[in-house]
C-alpha cells in the first residue's frame, strides 16, 4: 500500500515501498531466480550479451547500497535506495518493472522513457517533470515529498495506486479515467475533487489540503479516508459506505449521523466541535475511538459497543460509568479531562492507562491493583517514554505527580487488599 505519513500519533504507515521492493531481495542477484542452474557450453555468438550487475553498478556509481535482480537473464528489479546515484541514463534501455529511487539527488527521468515499468518510487528526489513517463504502464507511483505540480503525464496510465503527498499539485483531473484504488494528497494544494467520482478508490488521504465538499467521493467503495485539518463540515457523503477507518481530526464536522450503523477499526474525531456522540450507539464496535479535544463529555452511548482504545484526553468528561464491565477495552487516555472517580474501571482489564493523578479523587487503589496494566502515566505523547506502573507508582509515591504522596495501598482510605 501507499505510504501514510501523518502528523501526531499515526501509525498508519502505508508502504509503497513493500511493493517496490516486491521480490527485490537485499544483494545483487545475477542470477535467474530461484536459483542458478548449469548451462551447457556454446558456441559464442555475436548477439549482444545482458549486462551484468556489476557492470551496472559500475555505470550508474552506486556504492555497496540497493539491490539488483535479474528475472530471465535480464535485470528487472532494481532498490537503488541509499546508492548516491545522481544519473538514471546507464538503465536506458533496459527492461525495468520495479524501480526503487528514493532520497537520490535525480531530476531527469529521461532515460525511463519506454520503459515495461509496474512501480516506480521517487520519493524526496528532485524530480519536477513527469513526461517521460506518459503511455507508461505504470500501476504504482510515489512523487512524494517532490516539487512536482503537473500530472497531466500520467493522464490515461493504469494507475492503481499513487503518492503524490507534499508535492505542489492542485489539479488532479489526469486521473480521472485511472482505476485508482489508493491516492495520497495530504499536504497539496488540491480543492476539487470532482476527478475522483466513480472511481474504485478504496483509500484516500487529503489532509492538510483545501478540501471541503465530499459530494465528488458518494458511492465510492472508500474503506480508509483521512480529511484530517481540512475544512470539510459536512460528511452526507460517507452514507454507505464500507469505511473501515475514518480521520476526522480538526475539521469543522458536528453531525455523525451518516455514519450510523458503520463498524471502524479507527475513528478520530480529535479537535473537531463534537459534543454528541449518540450516533455511535448504533455502531457495533469501534477498535480505538479518539475524542481527544472535543466538546463531549456524555459516554453514555459508548456502553454498549465493544471499543479497545479509547482517548477522551482534554475532552469534558467527568463520568466513566458508561465503560464499566467493558472487557473489551484494553486502552483509556482521560489525561486532563474532569474525571475524578476511577471505580467504574474496577473488573477491567486495561493495558494502558493515562490520567490526571491530581484530579483524582476516587478509585486509585483500583487502578494500583490491576495486574494487567502495562503502561500507567500521566502523558501519551512520546510513547518511548511512557512508564511501567511499577516506575508510575514509585514517582506518584515520591510525590513527582503534584500530589502529596500516600502510604503504598491506602488510597481513599482503603488498603489495597480491599
Known amino acids: 500500500m501507499l505510504p501514510r505519513m501523518t502528523t501526531a500519533h499515526r501509525l498508519y504507515s502505508l508502504v509503497l515501498v513493500s511493493l517496490a521492493l516486491l521480490g527485490c531481495n537485499r544483494g545483487d542477484q545475477d542470477r535467474d531466480s530461484p536459483a542458478a542452474r548449469p548451462v551447457p557450453s556454446a ?33 528487472r528489479e532494481v532498490d537503488l535506495s541509499g546508492t548516491g546515484v545522481t544519473d538514471l541514463a546507464p538503465l536506458k534501455g533496459l527492461p525495468l518493472q520495479i524501480l526503487y529511487a528514493p532520497e537520490l539527488a535525480i531530476s ?26 506518459a503511455n507508461s504502464s505504470l500501476k504504482r507511483l510515489s512523487i512524494a515529498e517532490t516539487n512536482v505540480n503537473d500530472l497531466s503525464p500520467l493522464a490515461g496510465l493504469p494507475l492503481e495506486q499513487l503518492d503524490a503527498r507534499q508535492t505542489k499539485v492542485a ?38 489540503t483545501n478540501v471541503s465538499d465530499l459530494t465528488p467521493l458518494a458511492g465510492t467503495p472508500l474503506t480508509g479516508l483521512y480529511l484530517e485539518e481540512t475544512d470539510v463540515s459536512d460528511i452526507t457523503p460517507l ?9 476526522l481530526k480538526g475539521t469543522r464536522v458536528t453531525d455523525l449521523s451518516p455514519l450510523a450503523g458503520m463498524r471502524f477499526s479507527e475513528l478520530s474525531l480529535t479537535d473537531t466541535p463534537v459534543d454528541d456522540i449518540e450516533t455511535c450507539s448504533t455502531m457495533p464496535s ?15 452511548p459508548l456502553a454498549g459497543v465493544e471499543i479497545t482504545s479509547l482517548d477522551v484526553q482534554d475532552a469534558p468528561v467527568s463520568d466513566l460509568g458508561p465503560l464499566a464491565g467493558k472487557q473489551s477495552l484494553e486502552r483509556l487516555n482521560i489525561a486532563g479531562s474532569h474525571v475524578t472517580d476511577l471505580r467504574p474501571l474496577e473488573g477491567l ?46 514517582k506518584y509515591d515520591a510525590g513527582d505527580f503534584d500530589r502529596e504522596p500516600t502510604p503504598s495501598g491506602e488510597e481513599d482510605g482503603q488498603s489495597s487488599a480491599d
Open 349 to 394: 482489564s486495561l493495558r494502558r492507562l493515562i490520567f490526571t493523578p491530581a484530579n483524582i479523587e476516587h478509585g486509585l487503589d483500583i487502578v494500583r491493583r490491576m495486574t494487567t496494566l502495562e503502561a500507567l502515566d500521566v502523558q501519551f505523547e512520546d510513547p518511548e517514554t511512557v512508564l511501567r506502573p511499577d516506575e508510575f507508582w514509585s
Open 108 to 133: 531527469d527521468l529521461t532515460p525511463l522513457a519506454g520503459m515495461p515499468l509496474d512501480t516506480l518510487v521517487l520519493t524526496a528526489t528532485e524530480v519536477t517533470d513527469l513526461s517521460p513517463l
Open 171 to 208: 489539479d488532479i483531473s489526469p486521473l480521472s479515467e485511472a482505476q485508482l484504488q489508493q491516492l495520497v494528497l495530504m499536504e497539496t494544494e488540491v480543492a476539487d475533487l470532482s476527478p475522483l467520482a466513480g472511481l474504485p478508490l478504496k483509500l484516500l488521504d487529503v489532509s492538510k
Open 286 to 300: 469501534i477498535g480505538i475511538l479518539w475524542l481527544r479535544g472535543t466538546r463531549v463529555s456524555n459516554l453514555a
Open 239 to 247: 452514507f454507505g459506505m464500507p469505511l473501515d477507518k475514518l480521520w
Open 43 to 75: 558456441p559464442a555468438s555475436n548477439e549482444p550479451q545482458p549486462m551484468t550487475v556489476a557492470e551496472l553498478r559500475k555505470r550508474l556509481g552506486a556504492n555497496d547500497g540497493g539491490a539488483f535482480q535479474k528475472v530471465g537473464g535480464q535485470i
